[in-house]
């Protein structure tokens, strides 16, 4: 099993910046990515990193999201910059203990979620 624990969440008026931070415990894990859902939507994948340290962004964060794992990897950062309203969401780390995983199906292990909220 891996446990997921996100923080950094809250409040932050539009154009500010952010950084969520997810931390992994259990078993050694090989990939982990951060999404994101608001209500009535389906979960949106914002950065991804495998186990060879490659890393993808969605096109709607890309150049203003970044995510970065710790030396261990065990953890991952996003951190958040020109923060929109549209920006607003549930924000959930992901992760695997599957050393091949690549996609979002491969990851089985869910936080509980932290909510980001960007005001204009």
């Known amino acids: 099993q891996v446990q997921l624990q996100e923080s950094g969440g809250g409040s932050v008026q539009s154009g500010g910046s952010l950084k969520l931070s997810c931390a992994a415990s259990?078993?050694?894990?090989?990939?982990m990515a951060w999404f994101r859902q608001v209500p009535g939507k389906e979960r949106e994948e914002l950065g991804f990193?495998?186990?060879?340290?490659?890393?993808r962004y969605a096109a709607s964060v890309k150049g203003r999201f970044t995510i970065s794992q710790g030396v261990d990897k065990k953890t991952l950062d996003l951190q958040m910059n020109s923060l929109k309203p549209e920006d607003t969401a549930m924000y959930y780390c992901?992760?695997?203990?599957?050393?091949?995983?690549?996609?979002?199906?491969?990851?089985?292990?869910w936080g509980q979620g932290t909510q980001v909220t960007v005001s204009s």
């Open positions: 992901a992760a695997s203990a599957w050393r091949l995983c690549q996609r979002r199906a491969d990851l089985p292990y």
């Open positions: 259990g078993y050694t894990v090989y990939c």
């Open positions: 990193i495998d186990r060879d340290g490659n890393i």
